[in-house]
Each structure stands twice: as structure tokens, then as C-alpha cells.
């Protein structure tokens, strides 16, 4: 037996359950959150590997996928090997999740109207075209994005809390693109309430330019807190409750439970 199928039989041994489908499902792989494609060279964090079944660790592919091309949106790689990867992950979206990058296109109108909300002059040298902004409030984009969100969460507080979000729990969370965070949309009394920050490393590399979050537990309240940031692309607000019951009853909020997860939204 090879050196990396004995480090996953002992993995297995030790986390024997799938922490994504509410603690019901033997573990039979190893599941990356997040996605390794998101890490340039696809060197992702120490220890950020977690016990799954295999259709919990299939059903998102697609769906991770389109998070690692949101994540590389911005800013643009520096380097030539950074930026094939990125066109490389903008291609497989284009094979397996067109539907997204069609609806992430700005028409010329969206463009004019985004400028003049900001109180920017186009310029006259420039096509609507040749303006970087895209749409990332469709539905397919929020589909993928609450897919991923709902992994990342359940991994997160197993990893921290070390326990399995159960079939009574649930998870809520929001998201938001680097234009809500430059207009002030993120919440000013979050990051206070979340002290802890792990350094993500992969042997000497910090990958927190990359991937990196603060969070709080409350043991007592089987609860956890999260804030997560995708280099200066997007980020996701996230609680987690073992009981979802003891969520607060506010209008909008839509409580997830964990599961095995749904298929992607159908393509347009």
C-alpha cells in the first residue's frame, strides 16, 4: 500500500462519518473545501481536507468549480502561470457550466448605468466592452455559490467544533462581491465578534492572499461563526447551529439544512 492510500485509510479510521449529510453517512473519501483549483499550483491549506461520502464529494464539483473562477476574478494573477490557470478554470466553466458565463455578461445598457450610479465618466475611448464588471447576481451564480457556501460551512464548524452539523442543524450565510464591500455592505459589528484567524500554510507558502477566515465558537450553544474572504474577489458571512430552532426568526433569512446536496440549477 502507498504512503498516500495509508494516509487516507488513517484518516478514515479517525473521521469514519461524512461531516456534509448530517452525520447519517459512513466516510469513504476525503473531500478538499475548498476546492484545490482555487489555489494557485492547486497547493491547498494543511489540514484542510475532510471526511466525506462519495456523493457529497461528487455533487458539487460543478458548482466548486464556478467559486474557483469567482475567486480569480480579482486581482488579475501576476504571473503567466497564474494566469493560464485562471483560463484554464474559465474554459471548463464555459464545458460544463456555460449557462454562468452568459448570465454574467453586462449588457452596454448595465455598464452605463453602473458608471453613472458612481459618478464615473465613460470614456470615450472605451466600449461598454472593455469595462472589467460582470454579474454576479443571477440566479445560476447564487445557485453555485450557496452550494459551495453550505459545504464550506459544514466543513468549517466540524473542523473547529469538531463535530458534525446533525440533521436538526442548519447554516446561514451571506455573500458578498468586492462592490458591496468598497459600498460598505459588510456589517460594521461582524469582524469585532470573530478574534480567531488561522494561518493556512501548505509547507512554507501562507495562502491567506488566497483563502483566509476568522471565526468564534460557542461550545456551550453548539454554534459557530464564520467569515471567509476569497482574495479580494468576494466573501461569505456564515453561522452554523446544531439546532437550527435556536436560529432567530428574521425576515429573509432562509435556514439550510445539511444534506447530501442538490444537482445544479437546470442550464438556460
Known amino acids: 500500500m502507498g504512503d498516500k492510500a495509508r494516509r487516507r485509510r488513517e484518516f478514515l479510521a479517525r473521521h469514519p462519518v461524512c461531516c456534509f449529510c448530517g452525520g447519517t ?8 473545501v475548498p476546492s484545490r483549483q482555487l489555489f494557485d499550483k492547486r497547493q491547498w491549506p494543511e489540514g484542510n481536507e475532510f471526511p466525506a461520502c462519495e456523493p457529497c464529494n461528487r455533487a458539487t464539483k460543478d458548482e466548486e468549480q464556478v467559486v474557483a473562477m469567482l475567486a480569480r476574478i480579482y486581482p488579475d494573477a501576476l504571473t503567466q502561470e497564474g494566469q493560464h490557470e485562471a483560463q484554464q478554470i474559465m474554459e471548463a466553466v464555459g464545458r460544463n457550466y456555460p449557462g454562468v458565463l452568459i448570465e454574467m455578461r453586462l449588457s452596454a445598457r448595465k455598464v452605463r448605468e453602473f458608471l453613472k450610479k458612481r459618478g464615473i465618466e465613460k470614456d470615450p475611448k472605451l466600449s461598454t466592452r472593455d469595462y472589467p464588471f460582470l454579474n454576479v447576481s443571477g440566479p445560476l451564480v447564487n445557485h453555485c455559490v450557496a452550494v459551495f457556501a453550505i459545504k464550506l460551512l459544514c466543513a468549517l464548524h466540524y473542523k473547529h467544533m469538531q463535530a458534525i452539523v446533525p440533521l436538526a442543524g442548519g447554516v446561514v450565510f451571506r455573500w458578498y462581491s468586492n462592490i458591496q464591500a468598497l459600498d460598505g455592505d459588510i456589517p460594521d459589528d461582524l469582524l469585532p465578534m470573530l478574534g480567531s484567524q488561522p494561518k493556512l500554510v501548505r509547507c512554507t507558502t501562507t495562502l491567506n492572499d488566497q483563502f483566509s477566515y476568522r471565526y468564534a465558537t460557542g461550545p456551550d450553544m453548539k454554534a459557530s461563526a ?17 439546532d ?25
Open 25 to 32: 453517512t459512513p466516510a469513504t473519501t476525503t473531500d478538499h
Open 226 to 242: 464564520f467569515f471567509v474572504t476569497f482574495r479580494e474577489s468576494f466573501a461569505i458571512a456564515g453561522f452554523v447551529r446544531e
Open 244 to 268: 437550527a430552532t435556536l436560529f432567530p426568526n428574521i425576515d429573509g433569512m432562509v435556514v439550510y439544512p445539511p444534506r447530501r446536496l442538490p444537482p445544479a440549477t437546470p442550464q438556460p
